[in-house]
T-cell receptor, first 111, second 115 residues
Framework: GQQVMQIPQYQHVQEGEDFTTYCNSS?????IQWYKQRPGGHPVFLIQ?????EVKKQKRLTFQFGEAKKNSSLHITATQTTDVGTYFC???????????FGKGTLLTVNP | NAGVTQTPKFQVLKTGQSMTLQCAQD?????MSWYRQDPGMGLRLIHY???????DQGEVPNGYNVSRSTTEDFPLRLLSAAPSQTSVYFC??????????????FGAGTRLSVL
């Protein structure tokens, strides 16, 4: 199937450390989305990547799309306690509407 | 602007009972979906709709029915609740367009327990 694999499943960091989560696919992605879900909350859209090798930044968050469009990463510089949550990547089905989500990476931050 | 509204927020059912989870959006979005979220499983697509009158199955459709009579509403029906349906259910919507349809807006979720 058109799955996306996320690693790691869990990551615990000290506040101020950097954090990276990876999303990998065995097939080429037409685009990829990243979402964040705070504990007890609902997923919130962060960004969509479309172009090969694309890099986008949102303050301390850097998103990359691989050159072969088979992987993506989310990097957080100098984590803060507000970064706690689960980060999901999602891929679209191309011409159809279905989105397939990865299982997510749960980030916890020790203050 | 309310966005995506789900009701109820919490529900406890007995095995075999039926119920409907409500979802409404006020953004005039064509695309709507239902997901369930279980620990360690991420978000799994149950059913989705690309417009009023059009629905299709997702990854885990068994035991659930949907209909889409209006653009705004997309209810999810549990026909005969089972303990395996204990989960958190999220409704989401998105607009039209090749890229816009991938940007999903989620409701706050319904936490369902089936005893």
């Amino acid at each position: 199937g058109q799955q996306v694999m996320q690693i790691p499943q869990y990551q615990h960091v000290q506040e101020g450390e950097d954090f990276t989560t990876y999303c990998n696919s065995s097939t080429t992605l037409s685009n990829i989305q990243w979402y964040k879900q705070r504990p007890g909350g609902h997923p919130v859209f962060l960004i969509q990547l479309v172009k090969s090798g694309e890099v986008k930044k949102q303050k301390r968050l850097t998103f990359q799309f691989g050159e072969a469009k088979k992987n993506s990463s989310l990097h957080i510089t100098a984590t803060q306690t507000t970064d706690v949550g689960t980060y999901f990547c999602a891929r679209s089905g191309g011409s159809n509407y279905k989105l397939t989500f990865g299982k997510g990476t749960l980030l916890t931050v020790n203050p | 602007n309310a966005g995506v509204t789900q009701t109820p927020k919490f529900q406890v059912l007995k095995t075999g009972q039926s119920m409907t989870l409500q979802c409404a959006q006020d953004m005039n979005h064509e695309y709507m979906s239902w997901y369930r979220q279980d620990p360690g499983m991420g978000l799994r697509l149950i059913h989705y709709s690309v417009g009023a009158g059009i629905t299709d199955q997702g990854e885990v459709p068994n035991g659930y029915n949907v209909s889409r009579s209006t653009t705004e509403d997309f209810p999810l029906r549990l026909l005969s609740a089972a303990p395996s349906q204990t989960s958190v259910y999220f409704c989401a919507s998105s607009g039209t367009g090749f890229l816009a349809k991938n940007i999903q807006y989620f409701g706050a979720g319904t936490r369902l327990s089936v005893l």
